[in-house]
């Protein structure tokens, strides 16, 4: 029975990738997919396994869904094998990861769409449960640059105003900082819905909730406080399960994988104590963060606080990590950690990271499923146990060293615990330790000081740490015989050497009861810098650039570093390979562009292999710089008939009747700033398909003409109106809606009243070919509507109207600002639609990139180039040209913005005909989160705030 009460057994986790990628099924029929589905099972099916918990999702799902985004929605191969998301072409390094998932995928859902009943059927055949993984905020590969997957759901790629930290967004930003905040209904709505789904629609033996794929799952500063929120999250799954046990007619059961440290668990809003209370959960798996198990997961306390019936299972993932050097599991380093748990209390161990695709490198590894349900037989076995650091989650907590952090020359300052399980008396062990170099110390267990012993008369393990360019040194020692006991032993050095030894000195130190494992990549840093602070440089100067490496803390003398270079003028990226020197430093000079524009150099360094000839994953820096920015002008002119086209658009506007229904917004205590505020929900009848919607705020006791006007507009994320209540207190404050639909409704609702597919998926590209049915046009039209109503309410003092927006929306801040003749201040952030047709300059294509470029630049098909003459009619640079003198215009861009470049808005900004007061906020660090600090302050300034 699963929930014996001194269960000891093994689970499984079999994450999506393992099977996508492992197994060629892109050309089998129904017979070959089963039978690809039994190989899988059959090498978790072994004994002492009670369970495989299999995962089908990363953010998108590998089953057809209601609720989430399929995988292979809105993806397509081309004719040439190149894949595309959304109608945009992947890079050939996005699409190669992809292609073989994507064809295995849609080969298998043609021919198996019950896949997932053809496995349960199958496991229990083999005497295994079948539960769900569910990955609860799968955020992998979400920085700059690779944030743009297909394995990203709709939500996230439409909804970064649902994203815990998106403000932090940058090439090198941390996963989890875009990871879904769960405070916010949509994300909880949305996740629970999946959860039952998955639970009502294929039957399993239960769920697992992988927590830590990604936390937090709260924005900065409300974990704690969000507690409730997940608890009450998780009493909505218990509900679930009792419906689905019902209907399946057996037990349902939950697992949830957290934090392996209570204090992680709890500071991320986890409250795992009151789940176990409540009997929320059957199942709990400490578990670290990133692929590697820690030995000193707080096993013994979550005993105590989630007693029995409970099983409690940390997790085995595949590495150990001590911050300076890695090993990829082995029998003995699994034998070792399932020893080490149980000696603290664990019911059983858990796999992560253990597939079947590994086992011709590891041909141990059903048997380590065995051995590792069998409390004894892990004791039994030749081991390893390695020091950890603990690579903990959650704001404000960072990775720990493993090692003391300073003995001096002729001290022993403090040890090493390292926990070695159960049955190590009267066995035979050793201290293997590595540092950066040769170490002369004396090495004591438990106080009992060890004999140092040569390599010849017992041989290192075969496979440590190692850094070819700089050797690390290994000292082993032989513990006496007693010295060492089951469970928590402490290791000291004393240091006979003249000089410090540092903690960062020490690269590895294990106890070992059995033979080695293998090296993981070591690690690097890069950093690049401009020979000018701000990255602009002159008409005819060469960008000198230097680039800083660093390896394991020390110069990274003689790496190599790969350049990805991007200049105007050429399509393409050019690439070049330089060497650092001795000092981890090299300097570069690229020659001055021929034509004004941006420059961009992308680097990485490419890690040395190491004694296996492993290569790990290389630091990267991105560096950007603009030359002869005054220079850079649109690419086009404005069309002959610009002007007439949109006084005959704005004529057809004036001559729609100003029809308007208000729906009052009730406002809690905060966004009515204490009762001050009042917010409606607007519709007013529009040209074109939508009418125009948002929202409109202003103070509750305003009286007649004294009030400003502050318009904002929205980002391509999101398909709702912001809340105008932010300017509400001292403005009219209008939000406008994209899209001119409802905004008081949820993710969801937008899908099942078929708004999401016939509105909002692919918006960017509808109507791309004519300039009358462009999107655009129409959204431009919508903003125009909503002034045009703000205008008329009493409370305007007909004297200040500001305009306000980032990305897309500060291209509708430009245009709108250009086409009424009534505003006053104009602030775009990073402002899209900027010069649509840079390619034809030689300059790379505001977004959304709307037409493909041939090899010399110019559009790649007849569509292509009925695209690029429609943009022109609402392309930013051209609207930028009308913009007159009684205006106040400003403009932010950021030097590594690769969404919205920054030669783009400085067309559009040079656009502006002389006389027009204006102003640039030119962030040299940033991307596309560098925002426009002088127009927020010119805002305040204007209206009071």
């Excluded at 043609?110 to 955020?139: F, Q």
């Excluded at 090692?403 to 009267?426: L, M, Q, R």
């Excluded at 020692?477 to 006979?496: C, M, Q, S, Y």
């Excluded at 007159?884 to 590594?896: A, R």
Aim: proline fraction near 6%.
């Amino acid at each position: 029975m699963l929930l014996a009460a001194f269960f000891a057994g093994v689970f499984i986790n079999s994450d999506a990738w393992n099977f996508w990628c492992s197994e060629p099924l892109r050309d089998v029929d129904r017979a070959g997919v089963v039978q690809a589905v039994k190989d899988d099972v059959d090498c978790y099916a072994q004994s002492g396994v009670e369970a495989v918990f299999y995962n089908m999702n990363f953010q998108r799902t590998f089953y057809d869904t209601k609720v989430g985004t399929i995988f292979t929605k809105d993806v397509a191969l081309d004719a040439d094998g190149t894949l595309t998301l959304r109608g945009r072409r992947l890079d050939a390094a996005t699409s190669a990861e992809y292609k073989g998932m994507y064809l295995n995928f849609k080969r298998v859902h043609e021919v198996a769409p019950d896949l997932m009943k053809v496995r349960y059927d199958y496991c229990k055949s083999k005497g295994i449960e079948m539960w769900h993984s569910l990955r609860m905020d799968d955020v992998h590969w979400t920085p700059l640059q690779t944030d743009f997957r297909p394995q990203h759901g709709d939500m996230w790629l439409d909804r970064k105003d649902l994203v815990r930290a998106w403000y932090r967004h940058t090439w090198r930003g941390d996963w989890h900082d875009n990871a879904l905040d769960y405070g916010q209904k949509e994300v909880f709505d949305y996740h629970l819905a999946m959860v039952r789904e998955l639970m009502m629609d294929w039957e399993s033996d239960g769920i697992e909730l992988d927590w830590l794929r990604s936390v937090p799952v709260f924005k900065p500063g409300f974990d704690e406080a969000n507690a409730v929120t997940l608890t009450r999250f998780m009493r909505a799954v218990r509900g679930i399960c009792n419906e689905a046990a019902k209907k399946w007619g057996h037990p349902m059961r939950v697992a949830v994988r957290v934090p392996g440290r209570v204090r992680d668990a709890t500071g991320v809003g986890m409250d795992v104590p009151t789940w176990a209370k409540e009997k929320l959960i059957d199942v709990l798996i400490p578990s670290c963060n990133n692929t590697n198990t820690e030995q000193d997961y707080d096993v013994a306390i979550w005993r105590v606080l989630a007693p029995k019936p409970v099983i409690l299972a940390p997790c085995i993932d595949a590495g150990a990590n001590a911050g300076g050097g890695s090993l990829w599991y082995t029998d003995e380093t699994d034998a070792g950690f399932a020893s080490n748990f149980y000696q603290q209390g664990a019911d059983a161990a858990y796999f992560y990271n253990h597939f079947p695709n590994q086992e011709k490198q590891r041909p141990y590894l059903r048997r380590n499923f065995t051995r590792a349900a069998d409390r004894r037989a892990c004791a039994a076995h030749n081991r390893r146990h390695p020091v950890t650091r603990h690579d903990p989650v959650g704001e404000g907590k960072y990775w720990e060293p493993c090692f003391p952090d300073t003995i001096w020359p002729n001290c022993c300052n403090g040890s090493v615990k390292i926990n070695c399980g159960e049955a190590v008396k009267g066995r035979k062990a050793w201290v293997v330790v590595g540092t950066r170099k040769p170490l002369t110390a004396d090495v004591y267990v438990n106080t009992v000081k060890c004999r140092i012993v040569s390599p010849a008369e017992t041989p290192l393990p075969a496979e440590l740490p190692q850094d070819k360019k700089n050797p690390y040194s290994y000292l082993q020692a032989e513990i006496p015989v007693g010295a060492l006991h089951d469970g928590w032993n402490a290791v000291e050095f004393f240091n006979r050497a003249d000089w410090t030894i540092m903690a960062t000195d020490f690269v590895w130190t294990e106890i070992r009861i059995g033979p080695p494992a293998e090296k993981m990549p070591q690690f690097h840093v890069l950093k690049g810098e401009t020979s000018h602070a701000d990255g602009l440089y002159a008409t005819g100067e060469d960008v000198e650039i230097t680039f800083e490496g660093s390896y394991n803390a020390k110069p990274a003398d003689g790496a190599f570093v790969r350049l990805g270079i991007q200049e105007p003028g050429r399509v393409g990226v050019r690439v070049e390979q330089v060497r650092l020197g001795a000092d981890g430093r090299c300097k570069i000079a690229i020659p001055a562009p021929k034509t004004p524009g941006w420059i961009t150099v992308d680097a990485m360094t490419e890690t040395l292999p190491d004694a296996l000839g492993n290569v790990g994953p290389g630091a990267r820096a991105k560096v950007g710089a603009l030359c002869d920015k005054d220079a850079i002008k649109p690419a086009l002119p404005p069309p002959a008939d610009f002007k007439s086209f949109w006084d005959a658009e704005i004529a057809k506007l004036d001559a729609v009747p100003m029809k308007v229904l208000r729906k009052e917004q009730q406002l809690d205590d905060k966004r009515s700033q204490g009762g001050k505020v009042r917010e409606w929900e607007v519709f007013v009848d529009c040209v074109g398909p939508r009418p125009a919607t948002g929202f409109v705020s202003m103070p509750r006791d305003a009286k007649p003409k004294s009030l400003p006007i502050v318009a904002m507009f929205q980002g391509a994320a999101g398909i709702a109106a912001w809340p105008s209540t932010w300017y509400g207190d001292v403005a009219i404050c209008v939000s406008a809606s994209k899209f001119g639909l409802p905004n008081v409704m949820t993710f969801k609702e937008y899908q099942e009243k078929g708004y999401y597919k016939s509105q909002v998926e692919g918006f960017e590209h509808r109507g791309a070919e004519s300039r009358d049915e462009s999107f655009f046009k129409w959204m431009i039209l919508r903003d125009l509507r909503l002034l045009q109503y703000a205008k008329s309410l009493p409370e305007w003092n007909g004297k200040v109207l500001v305009v306000n927006g980032e990305s897309l929306g500060g291209a509708q801040s430009l245009a709108v600002g250009a086409l009424d003749p009534d505003v006053t201040f104009i602030c775009a952030c990073v402002p899209a639609l900027s010069d649509h047709n840079g390619r034809l300059a030689g300059r790379r294509n505001g977004w959304p990139q709307l037409w493909r470029p041939d090899a010399d630049g110019r559009p790649a098909t007849e569509r292509d180039r009925r695209i690029s003459e429609a943009s022109r009619y609402v392309d930013v640079v051209n609207f930028c040209s009308l913009i007159t003198p009684d205006k106040e215009v400003s403009i932010g861009t950021g030097l590594l913005d690769s969404t919205c470049p920054p030669e783009g808005v400085w067309a559009a900004y040079n656009a502006i005909p002389a006389g027009v007061k204006k102003h640039v906020w030119h962030n040299p660090k940033a991307g596309h989160e560098a925002g426009n600090g002088h127009g927020g302050r010119r805002i305040k300034e204007i209206v009071g705030k």
